[in-house]
């Protein structure tokens, strides 16, 4: 029985060895203690953010652009954030996501914005997954 015991012991500790291991590694990588990127953490990794501007464009994409006014909520259940078009009222606004940037820094800023259209379920509808975002007012 003693000796059962004493062959199982150093498994059961090297277990626990390899899980603690693992969790510092992950807890290490995740606050970047390695080196990061140097973003801010508003955006992707590779992209670049400023208090004026964030994202970046591949130049083999086509991107759709549109200017107006940044604010919080969707259309009608799409998107996260609205881009409140001049002269067209709320039927021209865009319904805008993004994968890559943290929009909200921009709120409430007259801005530019590049991204791809991605099919809408309202009729007449525009949403939007912004690739590049740049502040203009």
């Known amino acids: 029985m003693q000796s059962a015991r004493k062959s199982v012991l150093p498994l059961v500790i090297g277990a626990f060895l390899v899980v603690l291991?693992?969790?510092v590694t992950a807890w290490m990588l995740s606050a970047n203690v390695f080196g990061g990127s140097g973003n801010s953490g508003k955006g992707a990794p590779g992209v670049k953010v400023t208090s004026t501007e964030a994202g970046k464009?591949?130049?083999?994409v086509k991107y759709d652009a549109a200017t107006g006014?940044?604010?919080?909520?969707?259309?009608?259940?799409?998107?996260?954030y609205r881009l409140a078009r001049n002269g067209g009222g709320s039927s021209k606004d865009v319904?805008?996501?993004s994968s890559?940037?943290?929009l909200g820094e921009f709120l409430n800023k007259k801005v530019d914005i590049w991204?791809?259209?991605i099919s809408s379920t309202?009729?007449?509808g525009w949403l939007m997954d912004v690739a590049k975002i740049k502040v203009i007012e």
């Not at 464009?57 to 083999?60: A, I, N, V, W």
């Not at 006014?69 to 996260?80: D, M, P, R, S």
Request: no cysteine.
């Open 21 to 23: 291991a693992g969790v």
């Open 69 to 80: 006014v940044l604010t919080e909520g969707g259309i009608n259940g799409e998107g996260t």
């Open 100 to 102: 890559t940037i943290d």
């Open 95 to 97: 319904a805008l996501t």
């Open 57 to 60: 464009l591949d130049p083999d």
């Open 122 to 124: 309202r009729p007449g």
């Open 115 to 117: 991204g791809e259209t």
